[in-house]
């Protein structure tokens, strides 16, 4: 039955699950539309970056970034399990590119890369893990709203891809270096926080967890610029942002590992450019 206001109503007086769902669905609308507002390759962003990376090269200093937060954040939740979006980019040709430019000028690009992928981390709301040679490892806790959590992820891949594509490589091009391009892996999952040792304030804090583990082997089979994620996190993409991927089809088993929750193969989606 029907209030006077038309809201669909059980016989308890609850309202209806189908009404439920549809505000549900116009909360979550109203959090992504407002997350898309920012704009993925924004030109002030791009030119932040290359002003940062054009005066690493110039000026031959070893580039520094802003301190990341993360560390406090894992040491106020030590062996706490969280829910949690994880997304490792990794540098492509790296190998390639220490054969062929100076050690000191290849410090500068592999620094200013991962610095300028831990910038666009935080500023879509998620926390850098840590730098792994030529790898960044970032993160984005779901607890509350692992809705949000995934668009956050994704846009952010898609804004490090714009970075290194119209903001990094203008200016490695200037002095006659290669292109840098990028493979990520993002997968959603619940991780623990863990410490390495006693000491509270000193004691190395890390993450572990399916997630972490899974987002690595994602990003191994990821082609150059291309963005691959997990089916746990593509379930909590926004419709509108579901239409950008498409499922893999892995062939001669590729792929091997399998869902945590069904023990069938894990779908993985690819970003379609």
Known sequence: MSDESGTEKTESGEISEDKESKSQINVVDMLLSTNREKILDSQAMILETQKRVWGALKKGYEYSGVIDDSEA?????????????????????STTMTLELPEEKIAIIISSFAQEMASVIRQHQGYVLKFVGDAVIGYFVAEGN?????????????????????????????????????????????????????????????????????????????KSNQILIGSDVFQRLHPASQQEFAKIMWQNNEWKYRSRLTGKLYVVYEHKE
């Open 73 to 93: 954040f894992l040491r106020r939740n030590v062996f706490s399990k969280l829910d949690m979006v994880v997304l490792y980019v990794d540098l492509v040709g």
């Open 146 to 222: 692992s809705l949000l959590a995934a668009d956050n992820a994704v846009n952010c891949a898609k804004s490090m891809i714009s970075i290194i594509q119209k903001g990094i490589n203008p200016i490695l091009n200037q002095y006659d270096y290669p292109d840098l391009m990028v493979k990520i892996g993002v997968d959603f999952g619940q991780n623990i926080v863990v410490r390495y040792g006693s000491d509270a304030k000193n004691s190395h804090v890390d993450l572990m967890g399916p997630a972490m583990n899974i987002a690595a082997k994602i990003q191994g089979m990821a």
